[in-house]
């Protein structure tokens, strides 16, 4: 497998595994804020899915454009995600306390905002890093399932290392921190990987 593979693999791997301890830390904050029951649940899982769906489209309309490096944009989502990620759970508890009072109607409307943003840039990973694959591979196929299965694989890895290591050792704060900081390095790599493409 070229070098190239292997690091865009990684990258894609650690974006994988940033999303779900998101995901895991987020709920169990929103939770906390909101309640645990039937129509939480409901509300933060139907959030976080319509969030990335939503973010898959955009992704796949900005991968349309041939002209647009991207790498380099996916690098720029990684890096916004890990700046999110760090202002998050304060974010969350701000909201929460001034909306404790609305109606579930109400609180999914501002759960669906605060996890918007988040989530529709996870969302456009997995279209961007398939288009720079195909265009360099010309196999679609080969593209969206090998980056499909190495991102998996990365938040496998996160839904155990989460619950059974992240938020016993660091707590909410500190892994959530963690993710951020592995979303900037990712970028930063993705960054390095396009700035040695462009120059060799």
Partial sequence: ??????????????????????QVVWQRSLFAIYGINIEAVTVVVTAFMLGLGLGSLAGGALS???TRPALRTFAGIEIAIGVFGFCSLALFHT????????????????????VL???????ATLPLLVA???????NVGMSVGALY??????????????????????GQSGS??????????????????????VTT
């Fill in 64 to 66: 349309k454009d041939p």
């Fill in 149 to 170: 299965c190495i991102n998996t694989l990365g938040s496998a890895l996160a839904c155990f290392a989460t619950v059974l290591w992240m938020l016993p050792a660091l």
């Fill in 1 to 22: 497998m070229p070098r190239s593979n292997r690091t865009l693999f990684t990258l894609f791997a650690g974006s994988g595994f940033a999303a779900l301890v998101y």
């Fill in 132 to 138: 720079y694959r195909v265009r360099r591979s010309k």
């Fill in 117 to 123: 943003v988040p989530t529709l840039l996870m969302g």
């Fill in 176 to 197: 959530v921190v963690l993710a951020g900081l592995l979303n900037v390095s990712v970028g930063i790599g993705a960054l390095l990987l396009h700035h040695t493409e």
């Fill in 95 to 114: 909201v929460g306390d001034a909306t404790l009072q609305l109606s579930m109607v109400g609180t999914a409307c501002v759960t669906f905002l605060l």
